[in-house]
């Protein structure tokens, strides 16, 4: 892949003009569209429905905040916000559907199934919508699901290479769907799912621990990163697939699991599966975590505007280990230590600014 920036899609290069395009459009964007959608969930007739869809939006905020930073690529400001707009959308639909597993009324993986088949529907922009409840006993919705669906598929007309980018999409969607239906049924079952899972795809990623696979298929990084080079009129599939392999499994990796590093006692003590658990030491997280770093760094480097990419994984860093929880834990303070030794001033710049970010935004 030519490291020139191609069509419409050119990277900050610098924290700087990144965190200027993150202050004054893209925060204050991502702000109004999840205001609509928390309008719209205020409607949800079903009160459970109506509680998780409400309870996704204020506690998990900070997805769609992250996720939308790749809009600063976007030069053109109706392409900009269209990305935006699918980034919400799409982020809202993990969100809101992984509240509706984690505090469900069912432990059924065909529930579950049905539910994230609302994610590859909304990669499909012409396929058919499916009865994403019919599988459990919560169902009046009111459309708020079929609408953030029918959201993300209208927006993907916006991008001129969608079709290019729409299979390594639906590899990283497949992934994640699997992921959310091993981890969320009957606590005995889970792990031999996942173990039964990763024996038909480790040969494909014989450098990671089962545990490492299954925490990168839970980013959707990937996804927007692929979603934003399809801007780019002239973007081939296999540009697309070397996007999708620098991302998937380092830096989504990384992203994942520095999210199971803060959440690790939390997990410990509500009996949650967390794959911080499978490391036989501290010692061994704290070595497969710098490993799973460096091949974060190295996907970064093979991107066209790779500065971009870094300051993202740097980005990740600051964002999980900037969070009140490593503050609160002696160990994790211990931990966060290791991983940030010897970062760049990018690190140290975004980790203030994850903390003004929270404050303000």
Same mark, same amino acid.
């Given at each position: ?8 899609? @050119? ?11 993150l ?17 719209? @969930?205020?409607?949800i ?25 790749? @809009?600063?690529?976007?030069? $053109? ?46 990669i ?15 169902q009046? $919705? ?10 993300c ?13 729409? @299979?390594?999409?639906r ?12 981890k ?48 780019q009129? $002239? ?15 380092? =830096?989504?990796?990384?992203h ?5 590093l ?23 997280? =704290?070595e497969?975590?710098?490993? =799973? ?9 093979r ?19 900037? $969070?009140?929880k ?11 230590r ?10 140290t ?9 929270r404050?303000?935004?």
């Amino acid at each position: 892949m030519s490291r020139k920036a191609v069509g419409h899609v @050119a990277y900050p290069q610098s924290p700087l003009p990144l965190m200027a395009k993150l202050y004054t459009h893209i925060l204050p964007a991502v702000n109004e569209e999840l205001n609509g959608w928390k309008e719209r @969930a205020t409607a949800i007739p079903d009160a459970e429905l109506r509680k998780q869809a409400l309870a996704s939006i204020a506690s998990k905020k900070f997805h769609c905040q992250g996720g939308a930073v790749y @809009a600063s690529g976007i030069a $053109d400001r109706n392409l900009a916000r269209a990305l935006i707009a699918w980034i919400v959308a799409f982020q809202t639909i993990s969100d809101y559907l992984d509240n509706l597993c984690d505090r469900s009324t069912s432990l059924s993986a065909d529930d579950f199934r049905s539910l994230h088949q609302a994610m590859l529907d909304a990669i499909e922009p012409h396929g058919s919508l499916h009865d994403y409840y019919e599988n459990r006993g919560e169902q009046d $919705d009111g459309g708020y699901l079929r609408d953030l669906v029918v959201a993300c598929r209208e927006r993907s007309a916006s991008f001129p290479a969608y079709e290019q980018v729409k @299979a390594e999409l639906r590899t990283l969607v497949q992934w994640y769907c699997d992921l959310q239906v091993h981890k969320h049924i009957q606590r005995e079952l889970r792990e031999p799912a996942l173990l039964a899972w990763w024996e038909g795809i480790r040969q494909q990623f014989p450098q990671l621990y089962w545990q490492e696979f299954a925490a990168a298929t839970g980013s959707t990084l990937g996804v927007f990163c692929l979603l934003t080079a399809s801007a780019q009129p $002239d973007l081939s599939t296999q540009q697309a697939r070397q996007i999708r392999e620098s991302y998937f499994p380092g =830096i989504c990796g990384l992203h994942i699991l520095l999210d199971y590093l803060i959440d690790r006692e939390e997990d410990r003590a509500g009996g949650d599966l967390n794959f911080c658990f499978y490391y036989s030491s501290e010692q061994q997280l =704290i070595e497969r975590y710098q490993m =799973i770093l460096a091949e974060a760094r190295a996907g970064a480097q093979r991107l066209p505007g790779s500065a971009f990419h870094h300051m993202i994984v740097e980005g990740l860093l600051a964002l999980y280990l900037s $969070d009140e929880k490593v503050t609160q834990s002696p160990q994790l303070r211990v931990t966060s230590r290791a991983l940030l030794a010897g970062g760049p001033f990018s690190r140290t710049f975004f980790y203030w600014n994850c903390r003004l970010i929270r404050r303000l935004f």
